[in-house]
């Protein structure tokens, strides 16, 4: 007898991979961070490759002061100051958690981790180097002063 109150029938599984656009790897233009400026070659600007771009993009978006900026979406950019804030281990550990979720939001999905941090404290700044992986199996080491 079928059971008409609960009522059974066969549903295919439903996989993220069935579901999700592979990440996207845009091209750019190549930003000299130092000069605040972007490369020029003979007056035109250089155009990056897919790496490069996502590079660039990883260093921006861990300077970035997160809610600092009306041209950037709420979702863009570090905590750096209230990570500061807090001091010593603490702010050590507050950025590399506001680094990690930064760089992890990526919107076109290329950030696959963010790992091995390390902390060099200056009396006027500090310097933070961190690993990040793409979702190709890249791997880059990055150095941002704050």
């Not at 790992?115 to 791997?139: H, L, N, Q």
Request: some cysteine.
């Amino acid at each position: 007898m079928t059971n008409q109150l609960f009522p059974t029938f066969p549903v295919s599984p439903i996989t993220a991979a069935d579901n999700a656009p592979a990440p996207k790897f845009p091209r750019g233009y190549l930003f000299d961070c130092s000069k605040g400026e972007f490369v020029l070659d003979s007056g035109k600007t250089r155009e990056a490759d897919e790496t490069d771009t996502w590079i660039q993009w990883c260093i921006k978006a861990a300077l970035t002061q997160r809610y600092a900026y009306l041209a950037y979406s709420r979702g863009y950019g570090a905590e750096l100051e209230e990570a500061m804030a807090l001091g010593g281990s603490a702010a050590q550990s507050g950025l590399e958690t506001t680094i990690r979720e930064a760089l992890l939001a990526d919107p076109h999905r290329r950030t696959a981790q963010v790992k091995d941090f390390e902390f060099s404290v200056a009396e006027d700044s500090t310097t933070v180097s961190f690993t990040v992986v793409s979702e190709r199996g890249k791997a880059e080491r990055l150095n941002i002063t704050i």
